[in-house]
């Protein structure tokens, strides 16, 4: 079955910091665009960072920005979100995303992991 895997939320304080990482299984993403996205209680789902096939290309929610960074190790077919000075706002279920190169939507979706940050 092809999916994307993630794993690394958690609870924390505010102030600190999580790592999240999507795992490719099934069937390689290695060549395409990625992008974390973000759902809270009651909110519409919102895109938080984004990064290009090769990794030349980032972009961020300006709500993350300075905070957040997000990588990919296609070695492992991995992507990841670095999530420092976490606030009690960034809680919610957190989605990786991948699309192909041109595509105008993402069409493969992880489950999702939840991060909930305590005040």
């Known amino acids: 079955q092809e999916q994307l895997v993630e794993s690394g939320g958690g609870l924390v304080q505010a102030g600190g910091s999580l790592r999240l990482s999507c795992a490719a299984s099934?069937?390689?993403?290695?060549?395409?665009?990625k992008a974390w996205f973000r759902q809270a209680p009651g909110k519409e789902r919102e895109s938080v960072a984004a990064?290009?096939?090769?990794?030349?290309?980032?972009a961020y929610a300006d709500s993350v920005k300075g905070r957040f960074t997000i990588s990919r190790d296609d070695a492992k077919d991995t992507l990841y979100l670095q999530m420092n000075s976490l606030k009690p706002e960034d809680t919610g279920t957190y989605y990786c995303?991948?699309?192909?190169?041109?595509?105008?939507?993402?069409?493969?979706w992880g489950q999702g992991t939840q991060v909930t940050v305590s005040s």
């Open positions: 995303a991948a699309r192909r190169v041109g595509s105008s939507g993402f069409e493969h």
């Open positions: 099934g069937r390689p993403f290695r060549t395409y665009d």
């Open positions: 990064i290009s096939w090769d990794g030349s290309y980032t």
